[in-house]
C-alpha cells in the first residue's frame, strides 16, 4: 500500500519577491544620505563656524525623528506602510532640492528638520513593512541583507560627495541627495506592496475578548526586554549620530587637515567594512542569538570611540574607522533585529515606531552632548565619554539582557506506514 510522501516544511526566504524591492530602495536612500553625511556638516561649518551650531542641526534633525517616528508607526496599523514610505520619501526629495539654493544657518536649520520628518516616516514604517514580511528564522539575514544595501550606498555617497567637491560646492552633493530619493519613491511606487496584516473579521473580533484598559496595550513597554534593548539602541545611536556622522568629519579636517575629498573616501571604508560584515553576522545572530553578535558590537563600539580620541593623523583615523565599520555592522542592525523579534504582530507598527523614538532620542541628545564638550572641553574628553557610556551599555545588556531569538526546532518527518 503506497502512502504518499510527507509534505516537506517550507524553508522562510531571504531572496524573495516582496524583499529584493526592499534592498534596492535602501541602497538609493543610503547613497543620497551618505552623501548628505558628509556635506550636512561641512556645508553647516560653512555657514557659521561653531562646532556647537553644527551638532545643533544634526541633533534638530532628530528631534524630529523623534516626533515623528511614534506618530508614523501608530499611523502605519491604520493605514499601511507603503502610503508612509511614499510620503516620506517624497519629503526628503523636495528639501535636499530646495537646499540647493540657500544660503543661511537658519534656512538650512529648518529644511533638514523637515527633512528629518521625511526620514522618520520612511525609515519607520521601512522597518516595520520588513518585519510583516520576515520570519525570525531568516530575520537576521534579511535585516543584514537590507543593511548591506543601505551600506553599500553609505559607500558609493560619500565617495559620490568627494568626487563632487572637486568641481563644484556643497549644492552638487544636495542634488544628488534629491535625486537618489525620487528614484527610492519610484520603487516604492512601483515595486514595493503593502504588507500590512488584515484585520481581524468582525464576527471572530465579536467573539474575542478585547482588552480591558490601556494598560494591557503598554504592556510590551514595561518589559525588562524592552528595558535593555532601549539602552543598546540607545547607545549605538551615541556612536552613530553623535561620533561618526558629526564629530568624525570636523575631527578630521581640524586636527589632521585632511580634505573633504580624503574624509569622504575615510566614511566610504568604514562602509565597506560594514558591508563585508553584516551578512556573516545576520548568519551568527540567527544561529545564535542577537546577544552573540550585539554584545561584542558594543564593546568594540567603545573600542573605536577611544581609539578616535588619540588619533591625530590619517592613519590613526583610518584605524578607527575600520574598527567602526566592523563594530557597526555587528551592532546596529541586530539591534533593530531585536526589536522586530520583540514586535507584537497586532500593533506592531505602534511598537516599532516607540522603540524608534528611543532610538532617535539618542541621535538628538548624542549630537548636542558630544558637540557641547568638543566645543567647550575638547574632542578627545568627548570620545572617551561617548566610550565609557558603551562599554557600560555593553556590560548591562550581556549580564541582564534576555534573549530574543528562540532555538529552531527541527522537526522530525512523520513516520509512513509501508
Keep these: 500500500m503506497s502512502t504518499a510522501e510527507p509534505e516537506q516544511p517550507t524553508k522562510p526566504g531571504i531572496l524573495t519577491k516582496r524583499t529584493l524591492p526592499i534592498f534596492v530602495a535602501f541602497?538609493?536612500?543610503?547613497?543620497?544620505?551618505?552623501?548628505?553625511?558628509?556635506?550636512?556638516?561641512?556645508?553647516?561649518?560653512?555657514?557659521?563656524?561653531n562646532i556647537f551650531l553644527v551638532t545643533l542641526i544634526l541633533a534638530f534633525n532628530a528631534v524630529a525623528i523623534l516626533v515623528a517616528s511614534p506618530i508614523t508607526g501608530f499611523m502605519s496599523d491604520r493605514w499601511g506602510r507603503k502610503p508612509l514610505m511614499i510620503t516620506g520619501a517624497s519629503l526628503r526629495a523636495v528639501t535636499a532640492f530646495i537646499e540647493m539654493f540657500i544660503d543661511s544657518y537658519i534656512e538650512f536649520f529648518v529644511l533638514e528638520f523637515i527633512g528629518g520628518i521625511g526620514i522618520a516616516m520612511w525609515m519607520t514604517s521601512a522597518n516595520i513593512l520588513i518585519a510583516d514580511v520576515t520570519?525570525?528564522?531568516?530575520?537576521?539575514?534579511?535585516?543584514?541583507?537590507?543593511?548591506m544595501s543601505q551600506r553599500l550606498g553609505q559607500v558609493a555617497g560619500p565617495l559620490?560627495?568627494?568626487?563632487?567637491?572637486?568641481?563644484?560646492?556643497?549644492?552638487?552633493?544636495?542634488?544628488?541627495?534629491?535625486?537618489?530619493?525620487l528614484v527610492t519613491l519610484a520603487v516604492a511606487l512601483f515595486l514595493i506592496g503593502e504588507s500590512k496584516p488584515k484585520a481581524v473579521p468582525k464576527k471572530q473580533e465579536a467573539g474575542e475578548k478585547k482588552p480591558s484598559s490601556i494598560s494591557s496595550k503598554l504592556?510590551?513597554?514595561?518589559?525588562?526586554?524592552?528595558?535593555?534593548?532601549?539602552?543598546?539602541?540607545?547607545?549605538?545611536?551615541?556612536?552613530?549620530?553623535?561620533?561618526?556622522?558629526?564629530?568624525?568629519?570636523?575631527?578630521?579636517?581640524?586636527?589632521?587637515?585632511l580634505s573633504p575629498t580624503s574624509i569622504g573616501t575615510l566614511l566610504g571604508m568604514g562602509?565597506?567594512?560594514?558591508?563585508?560584515?553584516?551578512?556573516?553576522?545576520?548568519?551568527?545572530?540567527?544561529k545564535y542569538g542577537r546577544k552573540f553578535s550585539l554584545v561584542p558590537g558594543l564593546f568594540l563600539l567603545a573600542g573605536a570611540a577611544f581609539l578616535l580620541s588619540i588619533s591625530e593623523n590619517y592613519i590613526g583615523i583610518l584605524a578607527m574607522v575600520?574598527?567602526?565599520?566592523?563594530?557597526?555592522?555587528?551592532?546596529?542592525?541586530?539591534?533593530?533585529?531585536?526589536?522586530?523579534?520583540?514586535?507584537?504582530?497586532e500593533g506592531r507598527g505602534a511598537f516599532l515606531g516607540v522603540w524608534s523614538l528611543f532610538q532617535a532620542s539618542g541621535g538628538f541628545v548624542a549630537p548636542l552632548a558630544v558637540g557641547a564638550m568638543a566645543q567647550w572641553w575638547?574632542?578627545?574628553?568627548a570620545f572617551i565619554v561617548v566610550a565609557i557610556w558603551l562599554g557600560v551599555s555593553a556590560t548591562l545588556v550581556m549580564l541582564f539582557?534576555?534573549?530574543?531569538?528562540?532555538?529552531?526546532?527541527?522537526?522530525?518527518p512523520p513516520k509512513t506506514t509501508p
Excluded at 520570519?135 to 543593511?147: F, P
Excluded at 575638547?378 to 574628553?381: E, L, V
Excluded at 539582557?401 to 522530525?412: D, Q
Design 135 to 147: 520570519d525570525q528564522e531568516v530575520r537576521g539575514r534579511v535585516v543584514a541583507l537590507r543593511g
Design 401 to 412: 539582557a534576555p534573549e530574543s531569538r528562540a532555538k529552531s526546532k527541527v522537526a522530525s
Design 160 to 181: 559620490m560627495g568627494g568626487m563632487l567637491l572637486l568641481t563644484f560646492d556643497f549644492r552638487a552633493i544636495f542634488l544628488f541627495n534629491g535625486v537618489t530619493k
Design 322 to 345: 575600520l574598527l567602526y565599520g566592523l563594530a557597526w555592522g555587528m551592532s546596529q542592525s541586530t539591534s533593530q533585529v531585536y526589536a522586530m523579534d520583540l514586535a507584537p504582530k
Design 378 to 381: 575638547s574632542f578627545g574628553g
Design 271 to 286: 562602509g565597506i567594512v560594514a558591508v563585508f560584515v553584516s551578512f556573516p553576522n545576520g548568519m551568527l545572530s540567527d
Design 219 to 257: 504592556a510590551p513597554f514595561k518589559t525588562k526586554t524592552f528595558l535593555f534593548l532601549i539602552l543598546a539602541t540607545f547607545a549605538v545611536s551615541m556612536m552613530g549620530q553623535g561620533v561618526f556622522a558629526t564629530l568624525l568629519p570636523l575631527y578630521a579636517q581640524d586636527i589632521a587637515n
Design 27 to 49: 541602497f538609493f536612500w543610503g547613497a543620497g544620505g551618505g552623501a548628505q553625511n558628509l556635506g550636512r556638516p561641512l556645508f553647516a561649518y560653512s555657514l557659521e563656524q
